[in-house]
């Protein structure tokens, strides 16, 4: 009997992960994770972008500095990850503390 709620609680917690994915993608719309010199080109498409930039760090021992970029161009959201600063000189750069990002799209950066 207990095997069967706890199957049931592990359904129920999927399926509202799952739902709070779709939500968070449905408020932010598509984002499109590119190559940091691709991001730099879509980014020259515009006179004055507004990048967000969130600067970490990744790993356990090494503690390695990544930057994070976030662009949206003509309705579209691009996002990169860099171990380098990447020189958008055209750009408006807004540096951000953190980055809130969902489960699914985290897994591709």
């Given at each position: 009997m207990g095997g069967s709620?706890?199957?049931a609680g592990a359904?129920?917690?999927?399926?509202?992960?799952s739902a709070a994915a779709a939500n968070a993608l449905a408020v932010i719309g598509p984002v499109?994770?590119?190559?940091p010199r691709e991001f730099e080109?879509?980014?020259a498409l515009k006179e004055k972008p507004i990048v967000a930039e969130v600067v970490g760090k990744e790993g356990i021992l090494s503690r390695r500095i990544v930057y994070v970029y976030v662009?949206?161009?003509d309705g579209l959201t691009f996002m990169t990850k860099s171990y380098e600063r990447?020189?958008?000189?055209?750009?408006?750069?807004?540096?951000?503390?953190?980055l809130a990002l969902p489960p699914i799209i985290r897994q591709y950066l």
């Open positions: 709620t706890a199957a359904v129920a917690g999927a399926v509202a992960t499109i994770i590119v190559e080109k879509v980014v662009a949206n161009v990447l020189r958008l000189r055209h750009a408006y750069i807004v540096s951000g503390r953190r």
